[in-house]
Nanobody
Framework: QVQLVESGGGLVQPGGSLRLSCAASISTFSTYAMGWYRQAPEKQRELVAVITSTGITNYADSVKGRFTISRDNANNMVYLQMNSLKPEDTAVYYC????????????WGQGTQVTVSS
């Protein structure tokens, strides 16, 4: 059974940093594109960052230059380093695993709360 478990969320002041982690119980982890999404209250879930199976990264414009996604295929982990946090970064952050185009397979974690407030 595939599981994605996020950790590292919490309360941080504006300008601060957090590092989110996602542990994936996927035997073929390295073949999946891994992403971080977020959902703020009364807003749609949005893509924050993604890293492909080959290590190519892509970011939402709102987090470029502040967030960094990385993966550790040896340990089935994906990370999101978040710096210079802003109140508008407040949301529940979800880890996502995705593979395939014709018949896509996708998994979600349960989410971790990030609150940026003074």
């Amino acid at each position: 059974q595939v599981q994605l478990v996020e950790s590292g969320g919490g309360l941080v002041q504006p300008g601060g940093s957090l590092r989110l982690s996602c542990a994936a119980s996927i035997s073929t982890f390295s073949t999946y594109a891994m992403g971080w999404y977020r959902q703020a209250p009364e807003k749609q879930r949005e893509l924050v960052a993604v890293i492909t199976s080959t290590g190519i990264t892509n970011y939402a414009d709102s987090v470029k230059g502040r967030f960094t996604i990385s993966r550790d295929n040896a340990n089935n982990m994906v990370y999101l380093q978040m710096n210079s946090l802003k109140p508008e970064d407040t949301a529940v952050y979800y880890c996502n695993a995705r593979r395939g185009v014709v018949i896509p397979v996708t998994y979600w974690g349960q989410g971790t709360q990030v609150t940026v407030s003074s």
